[in-house]
């Protein structure tokens, strides 16, 4: 082959690539697989069943507050938690607030614990020590059992209260007593290793001899 004729061909070729043109054709559209019967079927069941269960939500909210609204303390813990959580309602700490408010004021031992929390922690309000720990007190006062375990937990630590490591131990004994296995425990351990015979031996006395709706000497507020 003659060297202008090559040289002809390889011109010819460079210049279609660098065009950056593509001799390939592009293949035809991906056609994506057509949707059992099953899986629509399985869709539409889970799209009703979200829709049932919204509704019945829906109408046991309605219920519970039909029910506070008549006093039922049990059904205003209730509507309290399931706001504080966000459970069939919008969560609204402040709305959680207002009903554990009104079963504390109605003498709900539970509510009064609960409540307390709210005031340590501020949730839904700004924390509020001392608060916290007058409901605590009412609420361990009735032998519940969280409240004792947390009203020991302020007297150790001094917040919202003297500290006061007697009151301490006593009270996280109760607890424990009570049923509170948990944290008062750990509590009650903790506090044991910073009294002295004297102190523990009056703890004890204090947490054996103790009934519901007794006081306990000290009190709940600075």
């Not at 399931?82 to 408010?101: C, F, L, P, R, T």
């Not at 409901?135 to 009203?151: H, I, R, T, V, Y």
Request: charged share 20%; proline share 4%.
């Amino acid at each position: 082959m003659k060297p202008y004729i090559l040289l002809g061909a390889m011109s010819a070729f460079l210049v279609s690539c660098s065009s950056g043109e593509s001799t390939l054709q592009p293949a035809g559209d991906a056609q994506l697989p057509a949707a059992s019967a099953a899986t629509v079927a399985a869709v539409q069941t889970n799209a009703s069943k979200a829709q049932s269960d919204g509704l019945k939500a829906q109408r046991e909210i309605e219920k519970l507050i039909k029910l506070a609204e008549l006093g039922d303390t049990n059904a205003m813990v209730q509507l309290a938690w399931k706001y504080k959580n966000g459970e069939g309602v919008e969560k609204s700490d402040e709305i959680a607030v207002k009903w554990y408010q009104k079963a504390a004021e109605k003498g709900d031992s539970s509510a009064q614990d609960n409540l307390g929390v709210m005031y340590r922690d501020g949730i839904g309000m700004p924390k509020m020590p001392m608060e916290a720990a007058k409901w605590f007190e009412m609420s361990a006062k009735q032998g519940n059992a969280q409240g004792q375990g947390n009203l020991g937990h302020l007297y150790l630590s001094g917040t919202g209260v003297k500290q006061d490591l007697v009151m301490a131990y006593a009270w996280s004994a109760i607890a424990v007593k009570s049923g509170n296995s948990g944290f008062a425990k750990g509590n009650m351990e903790q506090v044991k290793k910073l009294l002295k015979p004297e102190q523990l031996s009056k703890a004890e006395t204090m947490a054996a001899q103790w009934k519901p709706g007794q006081p306990m000497d000290g009190a709940a507020k600075q």
